[in-house]
């Protein structure tokens, strides 16, 4: 469990690092928009599901979190 809570705490804090250029290079720099709203759901949402896979890889729990990932795209979707 502890592991888990880790691996979600070290993808939230790579994507705070990774949010403000990756959308600024979209948007640019300035007034926070509706534009850079929708982007950062946009962008940052395929990228977080990444760095997730990546360190539950990394810290040995890659099974638990890609069943996770595919529990939450069959939520997107609306398939079952």
Known sequence: MVIILI???CTGTT???LKKPV???F???GEKSMLFTILYLILI???YNLFL???G???GQFAFFWEYEKKFF???TGKK
Do not use: H, K, Q
């Open 7 to 9: 691996v979600f705490a």
């Open 15 to 17: 994507i705070l690092f």
């Open 23 to 25: 959308v600024a290079f």
């Open 27 to 29: 948007v640019g720099e």
């Open 45 to 47: 949402l395929p990228i």
């Open 53 to 55: 896979l990546i360190y």
């Open 57 to 59: 890889f990394l810290f």
């Open 74 to 76: 069959r939520r997107i």
